[in-house]
């Protein structure tokens, strides 16, 4: 299973990314996904998360109401849209999937992206 995250770059405040993550070699629309972030010096955090289906989504409260999480499973890909960037949101930005529900605790998760970065600057 490969994951593969891109769209990250630099953005100044109050301005907006897509990041996508392209999935292969698993059954993508039985997996769950997930976005986490890590931000310089700090643990790797839950940002947003999506059913196999899209029908359920999760987000952490820091991202409510800017970011928005989606799929194309024909596509095999995952999105996240940012709205309203903050430098806190200044992170290198990771794909995660796992075969089964939808969690936000990073632990859960079996595959991961390489990340990419997202630099927000004020």
């Known amino acids: 299973v490969q994951l593969q995250a891109s769209g990250g770059g630099l953005v100044q405040t109050g301005g907006s990314l897509r990041l996508s993550c392209v999935t292969s070699?698993?059954?993508?629309?039985?997996?769950?996904m997930a976005w986490f972030r890590q931000a310089p010096g700090k643990e790797r955090e839950f940002v947003a998360a999506?059913?196999?289906?899209?029908?359920?989504?999760y987000y952490a409260e820091s991202v409510k109401g800017r970011f928005t999480i989606s799929r194309d499973n024909a596509k095999n890909t995952m999105y996240l849209q940012m709205n309203g960037l903050k430098p806190d949101d200044t992170a290198v930005y990771y794909c995660?999937?796992?075969?089964?529900?939808?969690?936000?605790?990073?632990?859960?998760?079996?595959?991961w992206g390489q990340g990419t970065q997202v630099t927000v600057s004020s």
């Open positions: 995660a999937g796992r075969g089964g529900d939808i969690y936000y605790v990073q632990s859960k998760y079996d595959y």
């Open positions: 070699g698993c059954s993508f629309s039985a997996y769950s």
């Open positions: 999506t059913s196999w289906s899209g029908s359920r989504t």
